[in-house]
């Protein structure tokens, strides 16, 4: 990819040698690499507006509570004077059935649901991301038994699954969120095992046993780093995937109970005021699209400048 | 007037970085019956040149100026219509790896009757019945030396060997009849011995169908067993062009003298490096490395077992280069592994120094290798990707050694001077380097903890004629200066004959013979070496002349 | 070729039985009491030990798998509370509705998909390929339940142009249950108004359940095809003289048809999961909302059979895939 672009390098003179280098020197290599992945980002309409929706998210999580008109909506507030209005001049995407502001629950429950994706791809990949590699790396009886669990978890499909050890464990938005961790980390085993195996059939991997590796040192150094592109394209992924998986458990009643500030959870309850009161379940879905499609954007466009060979996809 | 005719033609390619000028006004013409080579190395564009022949370059070129004709016809710019009736009837088409160009999942039979179809519809004429296709596929496999047709007829292309896939893809370029074929490396991928039944192939086709043939190649031999003409291409540029004969035997352009002295000679006696150390430190024995009956056998998954390496012993002296030879699948990768126990073997023992390491525990063999290192076949993938140079380089240094940082950037730098790289690299990652360069990095990672034996598996076999030239030049260089022990393991008989002082002939794991290198060049004992040094023979520049 | 199937089914069996244990783990490794669970809050602790002992729930780990194992065997899911009818009973009853439901939107899914992502790998870049870009990107991002919702609100609130929710209307008889599908059992038994009926309540289901496979469907092929596209054989086939539609629509298809199939089979275990959120939207009697009902009401069994039900589809789907990989790539048919 950047092969035939570099300027040529003459060999170092005497002079040079001698002089220490600045750091704009000895990093030109990275400095160019990250130059290129921010041009090919910027080129791309739609890895931008993953970008931004991803951006406009974070902000609204970090400082929602301090920016809402109406901080006291968050907590259930009653003000039946106002309740079920439609979007006016005070209320912008209207009122509830108690009086509550939806616009100040909406960005409100950004917070909620960046939490929920936090945990879960992280709770994911601490676990997956250590066993994909162990397993792609000693095979044998180790990875046997690492995979057949893990095939074991994906063959039942994650919502059925994250359904049934909600039912156990008790509705809940902790309980959600632990389910769908539960279901989460196969899909990291399986991503990480496989590049494994394959870097693993890599010559630099020899060459490193070569001259006397031990195997940390070869897992650490030389597997992870090469691991780490598709690992990072599928957690901001999986951020937007998981916040929808738990906004689904919401809708059912299993996961966030109302009067939580939870966008899942939310239209559970608005479902019964359609389709009258219709902007009751609009913006609160309409937040889970945006915010999922910002992730789902941001992943691909990463993937575009992070896994060249896949670039297509 | 020429059959195809090339005038000035300019194409670039549009890259991230701006056009890369691959064509630089290409001038050409071949007449009716005519054998051409173009001779060039990686990059040179022989490549995009016979693609746009065909009007199957790559999709971001752009045709500056000049064009292409055929046989009177204008065919720069035609349409996929009109391409129809040329690809494959008229100009067609054979490949370097024969693997990657049949589609997996088609049946060989169906691959060429559909080309059969196709040609009849673009003919104009009505598709003949499925049988008549199939006769005529059998009879075309039966041309270019297929034994069973009608077996083949069903097979898949990952059923057969190389050499009959190249088989196959020459029956289907032939499935027109068409004026000119265009053989891109066709024997690049391919066994010594295969590529030269493929030559010959080539050769009887051109006088029983009175074919154009345009073959391109890097090996200058492959060339001058099969071209009358040859042009020699650089930078996207014909430099030189005239008969075979008059080129190889008196080239005019500069880079036609420096590529021809490169490429290694098979009947050439070698030059040696003088300098051989007069009185080398005592070793504890005169052999440094030695194998006792060696054996690895394989276990497939459907559990058959397979010996790679049989039975094998050797022994190579303190200070010498040993050569091991053989074609692919005759086990020497994985007897070269196994010198240095990356890969354990099934029985036998390997003794280094006196010591035998078969038995050595894991931290005892970590402490060994210090003394015994390994350059990989192919540098590209022999480096990790997201380490700098000097990552890499260092990274013996921070594992065997208690070097502080300081120390060992100056080591990195000191081995930097040593294979003759700038020290500026030590910042640059592995794909901003060329294929030469890295090799370097590799023999510099390899000798930087002073080790008195190097095991190069094939260290120039993905590298260019003229870069190979210089690494091989370079590793005499080194050993001398270092006092090494080589074991240098090659498919390539003359490269072998170039450097090595001893050799071993492999075939299936076993050892078919050995002796001194220039022994076994004169007065090969047994057939196997016979053939193998007379097909490399066909190879190698001598040929014709 | 026979060995190959005779060992996938082996295989199916293995993951049925692994899936069963897991279950079991699932609901007792938990933290909760089952038994309490079951007994509701305001359950006295006399009332809690009865139900423990009724289930079984009293006696060690070991025995209690061996028991649920064993019943498992011989079909026995357990009784649901509040129907008080066996789970399997019930599971099988509401399958086939789910079953319809999925069949169709896969359909829809590998119909549209498929043709959508050859296209726009032949014409890629262009205003074709930016459309399903956007298209395919947002379909994976839509939660399902509120786009059903928006649906509802447009085709049948709006426009009342398709009924709101459920499968056919109180007042149609269902025709004979031959297949339990009722699309297909209403033809068999000429009943074309009620056909007609049933297709009129599928549609948006059906589409919210296809939306995101369809999506990946088309995103897969697409970006499999444009692999496909760039490689040697294709080359080879165009320098050959073998024409572009025929290169792309069967050479480069078939080629690429593979990982699509994969990933065909994904999106089915995906679809059966979210028929959860899908049913309880349109109110589609399947065995998602017999789950969902059951889960609200702390009724567990079924929700464990329903997952096994759901487990045991996406394994023969799966099968099936592996089974059709091997005939269309003869590398595997050795192995």
Redesign the interface.
Known sequence: ??????PP????NDT??ARP?SFR?????EIR?WR?YAHMFRKSF?SMLGLSLVVVFLLLAAFGPWIVPFPEAASGAINMSSKLLPPNGTYWFGTDEMGADIFSRVIIGARTSLWIGVVITGIAALIGVPLGILAGYRGGWVRAVIM?VT???L???????A?????????GITNCVLALSIVWWPGYVRLVEAKTLSIKE???I?????????TP?ILW??IL??CLSPIIVKMSMDM??AI?SA??LG????GAQPPSPEW?AM?SVA?TY??DW?WY??F???A??LT??GF??LG?GLRDILDPR?R?? | MSLLDIKDYRLDIDTFDGPVHVLKGINLSINRGDTLGIVGESGSGKTVLVRSVLGIGPRNARVIEGGISFDGQNITNLSEKEWAKIRGIRISMIFQDPMTYLNPLFSIGRQISDVIAAHEKAAGHGVSPKAARRTRTEELLDQVGLPNPAMLFSQYPHQLSGGMRQRVLIAMALAGKPDILIADEPTTALDVTVQAQVLDLINSLVEKLNLTVIMISHDIGAIATVARRCAVMYKGEIVEQGLTRDILSNPQHDYTKRLLSAVPDIDAAPERVAARPAASEPAKSRFLLEAVDLKKVYRSQSGEDFTAVNSLSLSVRTGEIFGVVGESGSGKSTLARMLLRLIDPTSGDVIFDGQNISGLSEKALRAMRRHMQFVFQNPHSALNGRHTIGDAIGEPLRLQTKMGRREIEARIEALLDIVQLPRLFKYRYPHELSGGQKQRVCIARAIALNPRLLVLDEPTSALDISVQAQVLEFLQQLRAEMNLTYVFISHNLAVIRQICDRTIVMKHGEIVEQGETEQIFLHPRENYTRTLIESGRKTSQAADL | MLTFAFRKVLTLVGTMIGIAALTFVITNVAPGDPARLVAGPNATEDMVATIRTEYGLDKSLAEQFVVYMGDLAHGDLGTSIITTRPVLEEVLRYAPATLELVFVAMGLGIVIGVPLGMLSAVYKDGPLDQVTRIFSISGVALPAFWFGILLQLLFSVDLGWLPVSGRLPLVTRPPEALTGLLLVDSLLAGQFSTFWVSFQHIILPAIVLSFPCLASILRVNRAEMIEVLQSDYIVAARAHGISSFRIVALYALKNALLPTLAMIGLRFGWMLGSTVLVETVFDWPGIGLYAVSSALSSDFKPVVGVTLMIGFFFIVANTLVDLAYAWIDPRLRKA
């Open positions: 990819m950047t092969a035939t672009s570099m390098m003459n060999s170092s040079e040698a280098l020197e000895r990093h030109a290599s690499q290129l739609s057949r095939e074991l978890f063959a039942v499909p994650g919502l059925a699954l359904l049934a050890i909600v039912a156990a464990l008790g509705p890599e010559l630099f020899e060459s490193a046993r070569s001259i006397g590796a031990r040192w150094h030389h780093p090469n937007g995937m929808l906004a689904s809708f059912i009643g299993l899942g239209i479902r359609m389709p219709w379940s609009l609160p879905g309409a889970i699209f999922v499609l789902n954007l691909d896949s297509d996809r």
